[in-house]
């Protein structure tokens, strides 16, 4: 019998007003008072700003920078998963450029309890139609499939970042490599948060796996954001979600559902296109 996994997703809200610095400040205080947890989330470009695109380049961090070195600080203090959401990552000039020579992703981290940075993922799908992230960012290349070893298990974990979820065949994909719990951070404006809301539960039925969506609250550079921030289970159940403004989403979840959910309908069996060579359990 597997205990339940404590999860909390922390929906941010920012405006224009508020330096890179005071924010980290301000997010780092709030997950150090957070009730105790076995995974924490943090939304999309929560420092950088999701739509602070002529500031990116400036404020662009390296993996080893401040950001990253305070939210494995915090993991390691507070003992829990922390999904750190997404940075501008700024590439060091010896390394690996990216096939458009701009050294600059956004990119997601994964802190271990232990205040390892366990794994990171840069995003694949970017969001702008040609401005924005495809005009700055470098497209990240690779799926990022990770173990989570909880306390009462350990469960296989699929990354995607915000635009990402309007392509199902990445997660299809993740699947496929075993994941059986999603996780999404998001810039997702109030304008479409039917489609974010859809979308994952959408993402969570097809794959019959967990979905963690953390989005971010306010409003900046004029755009409103759409918060409701939500946990989606295998069977499309949404058992948490917030509203539009800032809060945390604080949930308990069975680890076995999953397991259950493919074993009662065994959908995932019956594809006749792609892989089929998804595990009943979900777990590892």
Same mark, same amino acid.
């Given at each position: 019998?597997?205990?339940?996994?404590?999860?909390?997703?922390?929906?941010?809200?920012?405006?224009?007003?508020?330096?890179?610095?005071?924010?980290?400040?301000?997010?780092?205080?709030?997950?150090?008072?957070?009730?105790?947890?076995?995974?924490?989330?943090?939304?999309?470009?929560?420092?950088?700003?999701?739509?602070?695109?002529?500031?990116?380049?400036?404020?662009?961090?390296?993996?080893?920078?401040?950001?990253? !070195?305070?939210?494995?600080?915090?993991?390691? =203090?507070? /003992? @829990?998963?922390?999904?750190?959401?997404? &940075?501008? %990552?700024?590439? $060091?000039?010896?390394?690996?450029?990216?096939?458009?020579?701009?050294?600059?992703?956004?990119?997601?981290?994964?802190?271990?309890?232990?205040?390892?940075? !366990?794994?990171?993922?840069?995003?694949?799908? =970017?969001? /702008? @139609?040609?401005?924005?992230?495809?005009? &700055?960012? %470098?497209?990240? $290349?690779?799926?990022?499939?990770?173990?989570?070893?909880?306390?009462?298990?350990?469960?296989?974990?699929?990354?995607?970042?915000?635009?990402?979820?309007?392509?199902?065949?990445?997660?299809?994909?993740?699947?496929?490599?075993?994941?059986?719990?999603?996780?999404?951070?998001?810039?997702?404006?109030?304008?479409?948060?039917?489609?974010?809301?859809?979308?994952?539960?959408?993402?969570?039925?097809?794959?019959?796996?967990?979905?963690?969506?953390?989005?971010?609250?306010?409003?900046?550079?004029?755009?409103?954001?759409?918060?409701?921030?939500?946990?989606?289970?295998?069977?499309?159940?949404?058992?948490?979600?917030?509203?539009?403004?800032?809060?945390?989403?604080?949930?308990?979840?069975?680890?076995?559902?999953?397991?259950?959910?493919?074993?009662?309908?065994?959908?995932?069996?019956?594809?006749?296109?792609?892989?089929?060579?998804?595990?009943?359990?979900?777990?590892?």
């Amino acid at each position: 019998m597997y205990s339940p996994v404590r999860v909390s997703l922390v929906q941010v809200a920012y405006g224009d007003s508020e330096s890179l610095a005071d924010r980290v400040e301000r997010i780092v205080r709030q997950l150090e008072d957070l009730p105790d947890a076995d995974l924490v989330v943090l939304p999309e470009l929560w420092a950088h700003g999701g739509f602070a695109s002529d500031t990116w380049a400036a404020e662009a961090e390296p993996l080893s920078g401040d950001t990253v !070195r305070r939210l494995a600080a915090v993991a390691a =203090r507070r /003992g @829990f998963w922390l999904h750190g959401g997404s &940075l501008i %990552e700024r590439a $060091d000039e010896s390394t690996y450029q990216g096939p458009e020579g701009r050294g600059l992703w956004n990119t997601a981290m994964l802190f271990a309890p232990d205040g390892e940075l !366990r794994t990171t993922y840069r995003k694949i799908h =970017r969001f /702008g @139609f040609g401005d924005g992230e495809p005009r &700055l960012l %470098e497209a990240g $290349d690779q799926l990022t499939v990770t173990n989570i070893d909880f306390p009462s298990a350990a469960i296989d974990v699929g990354l995607g970042t915000c635009y990402d979820l309007r392509f199902p065949e990445m997660f299809r994909s993740l699947t496929d490599e075993g994941s059986s719990m999603l996780i999404v951070p998001a810039a997702w404006p109030l304008e479409r948060v039917e489609h974010w809301r859809l979308l994952g539960r959408a993402r969570a039925v097809e794959n019959q796996s967990w979905m963690l969506q953390c989005n971010t609250a306010g409003t900046h550079r004029g755009v409103t954001m759409g918060g409701h921030s939500q946990v989606i289970a295998p069977t499309g159940e949404v058992v948490g979600m917030l509203g539009p403004d800032a809060g945390v989403l604080s949930v308990e979840i069975d680890l076995e559902l999953v397991m259950k959910t493919r074993n009662s309908f065994p959908v995932l069996q019956d594809r006749r296109l792609g892989s089929r060579t998804t595990a009943a359990t979900g777990l590892a």
